[in-house]
Nanobody, 127 residues
Framework: LQLVESGGGLVQPGGSLTLSCVASGEALDHYAIAWFRQAPGKEREHVSCVSSIHDDTGYIIYGESVKGRFTISRDNAKSTVHLLMNNLKPEDTALYSC??????????????????WGQGTQVTVSS
């Protein structure tokens, strides 16, 4: 499975961006999908995740630092997972990567659970 992220860029504080994660040649419906981010000199941080379509609860997790500002969603018709990021802050600046887990229905905030990773898209929040 190859994952490709898009939608990153430079935005002013308070602005919004929508990141997208797509898979080449395969549907993402059966995977739990997560977004992680990593800023220079810092550890990888879980941002959000959404469970696979086989999880009837539609379980979603948000990291504490993004709750109320970020929204994760699936577009199953396009086999895409989006991350809508509102009210962006300078501390949101990082390389954002999506990851996929095929073995478990319910998503997790632990990066070791994810077998597949994209290359990432850079988000820079600065005035």
């Amino acid at each position: 499975l190859q994952l490709v992220e898009s939608g990153g860029g430079l935005v002013q504080p308070g602005g919004s961006l929508t990141l997208s994660c797509v898979a080449s040649g395969e549907a993402l419906d059966h995977y739990a999908i997560a977004w992680f981010r990593q800023a220079p000199g810092k550890e990888r941080e879980h941002v959000s995740c959404v469970s696979s379509i086989h999880d009837d609860t539609g379980y979603i997790i948000y990291g504490e630092s993004v709750k109320g500002r970020f929204t994760i969603s699936r577009d199953n018709a396009k086999s895409t997972v989006h991350l809508l990021m509102n009210n962006l802050k300078p501390e949101d600046t990082a390389l954002y990567s999506c990851a996929a887990d095929f073995r478990r229905r319910r998503c997790s905030d632990e990066d070791i659970r994810y077998e597949f990773w994209g290359q990432g898209t850079q988000v820079t929040v600065s005035s």
